[in-house]
């Protein structure tokens, strides 16, 4: 990622958590409030985010995503495997308890998506990118960078939103048994990837 890129995301995350900072103190936040704590112009804010409802649904999602430190504090597990299952499970968590803003907020996105240039902020906040490098950390000697950005990508396919609604709407699965397949798949990725660095 340029430099430039970088900064939209941090700028789009300062946005989304400044409105879930409102909202977690009990406030119905207009745009201009969230701008203003966010220290950022109400221009600015609004490149970002057209719409104050898409902007308030995302941020009910992104409170209950839960920051690396939290999962793996002192006391977390050491075992990549179990470490990526704690990510899984946060993320199908809030994914259950906040489905319809989830579903409204890639509603926007999709609608926004549509003949947009390059240049322009980023759509979507990357919540589970860090928190499955995090979790994925003890094996980062054995796989290199290489391997391990792959497999951080491949990851996000299957962790988040887009694993949960795949399994259900499309494969018309129940939640455990939404849960078992994709933790096969996870599991499934991190082995392929710790066998061909082992083969090579």
């Given at each position: 990622?340029?430099?430039?890129?970088?900064?939209?995301?941090r700028t789009r995350q300062a946005i989304v958590?400044?409105?879930?900072?409102?909202?977690?103190?009990?406030?119905?936040?207009?745009?201009?409030?969230?701008?203003?704590?966010?220290?950022?112009?109400?221009?600015?804010?609004y490149r970002y985010f057209p719409g104050l409802d898409g902007l308030l649904n995302e941020a009910a999602v992104d409170l209950l995503v839960p920051e690396p430190a939290e999962l793996f504090g002192p006391r977390g597990p050491?075992?990549?495997?179990?470490?990526?299952?704690l990510v899984d499970e946060a993320f199908d968590k809030a994914c259950r308890e906040r489905e319809a803003p989830l579903r409204l907020m890639l509603?926007?996105?999709?609608?926004?998506?549509?003949g947009r240039r390059g240049d322009e902020p980023p759509l979507r906040q990357n919540r589970r990118g860090p928190?499955?490098?995090?979790?994925?950390?003890?094996?980062?000697?054995?796989?290199?960078?290489?391997?391990?950005?792959?497999?951080?990508?491949?990851?996000?396919?299957?962790?988040?939103?887009?694993?949960?609604?795949?399994?259900?709407?499309?494969a018309g699965l129940d939640a455990e048994a939404a849960r078992e397949v994709r933790r096969w798949a996870i599991d499934a990725l991190v082995a392929a990837a710790l066998s061909e660095a082992y083969a090579g």
């Open positions: 990622m340029t430099a430039r890129t970088n900064q939209k995301a958590r400044a409105a879930g900072a409102l909202i977690a103190r009990g406030e119905a936040p207009t745009l201009e409030q969230v701008a203003e704590e966010a220290q950022v112009s109400r221009a600015t804010a050491s075992d990549a495997f179990e470490r990526i299952a509603a926007k996105v999709l609608e926004r998506s549509i928190l499955i490098e995090e979790a994925l950390a003890p094996l980062a000697p054995r796989l290199g960078r290489a391997r391990m950005d792959r497999l951080v990508r491949a990851l996000t396919m299957v962790v988040g939103t887009e694993g949960f609604l795949a399994l259900g709407d499309v």
